[in-house]
Nanobody, 122 residues
């Protein structure tokens, strides 16, 4: 019954922006820690951003710090990744994740979305 569904991916030019959304169902998101991960072709999955709670502590990969922002709207059971100043190296499948225990950017979250493709290209 627990489910996360990503949306908002697509093709964007370098320097552009995308807003990724992750809709949760089957559980109350306000009881969960959240995060975003990504996996580029030929690469292993890596952590992008995590957030403990609204107004809480955030963690960002150094490669996205200052460009990406993670946020959550628990009333809508949805969380987001705002991606600005996108680069070619941001091209990847992006996954949202949630867990009742803080996992930061470790690849051990209990609940995962199926991923949404982000392609940064002219």
């Amino acid at each position: 019954q627990l489910q996360l569904v990503e949306s908002g991916g697509g093709l964007v030019q370098p320097g552009g922006s995308l807003l990724l959304s992750c809709a949760a169902s089957g559980f109350a998101l306000d009881a969960y820690y959240i995060a975003w991960f990504r996996q580029a072709p030929g690469k292993e999955r890596e952590g992008v951003a995590s957030l403990i709670a609204v107004g809480g502590r955030t963690n960002y990969a150094n490669s996205v710090k200052g460009r990406f922002t993670i946020s959550r709207d628990d009333a809508e059971n949805t969380f987001y990744l705002q991606m600005n100043s996108l680069k070619h190296e941001d091209t990847a499948v992006y996954y949202c994740a949630a867990d009742r225990v803080a996992k930061l950017l470790l690849l051990i979250y209990d609940c995962w979305g199926q991923g949404t493709q982000v392609t940064v290209s002219p």
